[in-house]
Nanobody
Framework: QVRVVESGGGLVQAGGSLRLSCAAS???????MGWYRQAPGKQRELVAT??????TNYAESVKGRFAISRDSANTVSLQMNGLKPEDTAVYYC?????????WGQGTQVTVSS
């Protein structure tokens, strides 16, 4: 059974920090893992991705503030610093297997002004 589980969301004041974690299981081989987010009334958008070789990609809006880390073959984390109210969203983790892309259920991040 494939599972992708996020943790670490919560409520934080503007300028604060949060660390999100994601663990995938039941997937034979995972190449890329990533974080996406979806704010109310908006489409899901890329936050950051990382491949098994360590190549990373960030949305322009989070460069210099967020850092993605592949902690193991099946775990990834997202360190978020300097949070802004516009970062408020549900954050989703995904894991790219050999033939399928798997998503977690999401974790809420709320940044108050």
């Amino acid at each position: 059974q494939v599972r992708v589980v996020e943790s670490g969301g919560g409520l934080v004041q503007a300028g604060g920090s949060l660390r999100l974690s994601c663990a995938a299981s039941g997937i034979t081989f995972i190449n890329a893992m990533g974080w996406y987010r979806q704010a109310p009334g908006k489409q899901r958008e890329l936050v950051a991705t990382t491949t098994l070789s360590g190549t990373t990609n960030y949305a322009e809006s989070v460069k210099g503030r967020f850092a993605i880390s592949r902690d193991s073959a099946n775990t990834v984390s997202l360190q978020m610093n300097g949070l802004k109210p516009e970062d408020t969203a549900v954050y989703y983790c995904n894991a790219q297997g050999l033939r399928s892309l798997y998503w977690g259920q999401g974790t809420q991040v709320t940044v108050s002004s």
